[in-house]
């Protein structure tokens, strides 16, 4: 496991970023501006900095200047994570000192590998293959099928709501091995419809979604099938909606991303006993 620093304004990429590194068994930090980002990498001494070159006031390069003006640091990688494209613009950030170089914006299937080439040895922990994740599965194509597979986890059935295929598979990668089955949904209108065909005991649904916000949709759940247990899992900074959520009993939980796996696991396996003392009743639907 490898400590890496995210110099980064953009709080929806260090979500991002932050997210992916946590997935592939990486603990990473993170700094929203310049001079924090340097104070950060001074306390915390990563194993290697992504820095945003386009940052306000204090930018990448006086950021890169800092660090590897700094003994203790120099040796640290330094990746410039930029959005520059014009020709001449990769040189000129290599020439700077930098490391290495990542566009944005970031190709998920890709992102984490680019950072572990630079790292002097590859994590143990991380799996190994960091490229794409298993296909997301969504709604079973027959009932024969979803009762098969209800049966072989035990009778068991999780809800993964996020709007971002790609997540959805890191979160299945994630699950893979667990005594429960997962489906997938891409929007709250299609986990409403997953919800009304298939017997779902835990839902984690991500709240920053187009349409139907995670709390709408676990507001409507909660009225059909209030003995699933809900759940958050979110990045954003405003957590008063979820908090409300919470409160009023629409929501059972909320986990802030990144989640790492084992944690992710645990926070699950928790949640399946939380439904089992609530009694038998999950999705009402026909079989």
């Known amino acids: 496991m490898a400590r890496i620093l995210i110099i980064e304004d953009n709080p929806a990429n260090i979500e991002l970023m932050s997210f992916l590194l946590s997935a592939y068994g990486h603990a990473p930090l993170s700094a929203a501006d310049g001079p924090r980002g340097v104070a950060a990498a001074r306390s915390e001494r990563p194993d290697l900095i992504a820095c945003d070159v386009n940052l306000p006031g204090m930018d990448g390069f006086a950021v890169l200047a ?81 009762t098969a597979a209800t049966r072989d986890a035990g009778g068991r059935t999780l809800l993964l709501v996020d709007d971002d295929r790609f997540m959805l598979g890191v979160l299945n990668d994630m699950l893979i091995g667990q005594p429960y089955r997962v489906l997938s949904a891409c929007s709250g209108e299609e986990a409403l419809q997953v919800l009304s065909h298939e017997p779902v005991e835990v839902i984690l649904c991500d709240q920053a979604m187009p349409g139907m916000r995670g709390t709408e949709v676990l507001a409507e759940a909660a009225a059909r099938y209030p003995n699933t247990v809900r759940l958050m899992l979110s990045g954003q900074p405003d957590l008063t909606d979820i908090e409300a959520a919470i409160k009023s009993g629409v929501a059972d939980g909320h986990y802030i991303k990144p989640l790492g796996a084992r944690a992710l696991r645990e926070q699950l396996d928790e949640a399946f006993r939380l439904q089992s003392a609530r009694g038998m009743g999950v999705s009402q639907v026909s079989r």
């Open 66 to 146: 800092e660090l590897k003006g700094d003994p203790a640091l120099a040796g640290v990688p330094i990746l410039a994570v930029t959005a520059l494209a014009m020709t001449g613009d990769r040189e000129k950030v290599l020439a700077a000192g930098f490391d290495g170089y990542i566009s944005k914006p970031i190709e998920p299937e890709s992102f984490v590998a680019e950072l572990e080439a630079f790292l002097t040895t590859a994590p143990a922990a991380a799996p190994a293959a960091a490229a794409a994740p298993p296909p997301v599965t969504t709604m079973a194509a027959n009932d024969t099928m979803a």
